[in-house]
């Protein structure tokens, strides 16, 4: 009997297919914020390669150019971290593994994240 099934009726009783569209709206929108981030920071960057240390430290100190890098940080590293969770949900199927894997998915990423807006906050605050 169980040959006459249609595809829906196979794939119910399977798992709910409106979990997952969180996470992707998250990642689209993540992925839109960051094209007009990383187009500043690109055009940023050509900029910064000709001043000396001192000119790069005010460029930092400047409280719109400091905000916009720790969004440029801050977005990427989610996003980043979002899309290696799909990578490793998708492709390793160990349990303890993928466990493992996610736990330390989120901590390099925070810890890298963190540290790299601890950095700007650091020049951008007169420390450094």
């Known amino acids: 009997m169980s040959g ?3 595809p829906l009726a ?5 798992g709910s ?9 998250s990642e689209r929108v993540g992925a839109v914020a960051l094209v007009p981030l990383v187009i500043w920071g ?7 390669a000709q001043l000396d240390y ?3 430290a005010a460029w930092i100190a400047s409280p719109v150019n400091a905000t916009l890098m720790i969004l440029t940080i801050a977005i990427g590293f989610t996003h980043m971290q979002a899309g290696l969770r799909v990578v490793i949900e998708d492709y390793i199927h160990k349990t303890l593994t993928k466990a493992a894997l996610l736990v330390l998915n989120v901590f390099v990423a925070g810890l890298a994240g963190a540290l790299a807006i601890m ?10």
């Open 4 to 6: 006459f099934r249609t």
């Open 10 to 14: 196979r794939a119910r009783g399977l």
């Open 17 to 25: 297919a409106k979990h997952g569209v969180g996470h992707w709206i």
């Open 42 to 48: 690109a055009y940023s960057v050509i900029r910064l």
């Open 54 to 56: 001192y000119g790069a």
């Open 119 to 128: 950095s700007i906050l650091k020049v951008a605050l007169g420390g450094a």
